[in-house]
């Protein structure tokens, strides 16, 4: 089992920043990659941001330039975040965490993010 615990979520203005984190914890892989996904409301969830352990990243084309993941791993626990800045009012989405191993994903509960504008 992995745990995931995110935080960071808020309300900005647009233009404004947000920093997520989520801490993994658990039975973790070695070899695992680590994300940010979203749903908007009446929308599906799609793929913000991920990160390998090798520290390979990946981002939404949307996002690209104005977000940036990145991770941390300590010996018993991965931490990664999510750094958002520019944010716009179409970035308002509940965001999750995910944790892919050598089994089955992994997800966080979700943390809100509200961009007004």
């Known amino acids: 089992q992995v745990q995931l615990a995110e935080s960071g979520g808020g309300l900005v203005q647009a233009g404004g920043s947000l920093r997520l984190s989520c801490a993994a914890s658990?039975?973790?892989?070695?070899?695992?990659?680590m994300g940010w996904y979203r749903q908007a409301p009446g929308k599906q969830r799609e793929s913000v941001a991920t990160?390998?352990?090798?520290?390979?990243?990946?981002?939404a084309d949307s996002v690209k330039g104005r977000f940036t993941i990145s991770r941390d791993n300590a010996k018993n626990t991965i931490t990664i975040y999510l750094q958002m800045n520019s944010l716009k009012p179409e970035d308002t989405a509940v965001y999750y965490c995910?944790?892919?191993?050598?089994?089955?994903?992994?997800w966080g509960k979700g943390t809100l993010v509200t961009v007004s504008s």
């Open positions: 658990g039975s973790i892989f070695s070899i695992n990659t």
């Open positions: 990160i390998t352990s090798g520290g390979r990243t990946n981002y």
């Open positions: 995910n944790y892919q191993g050598m089994r089955v994903p992994y």
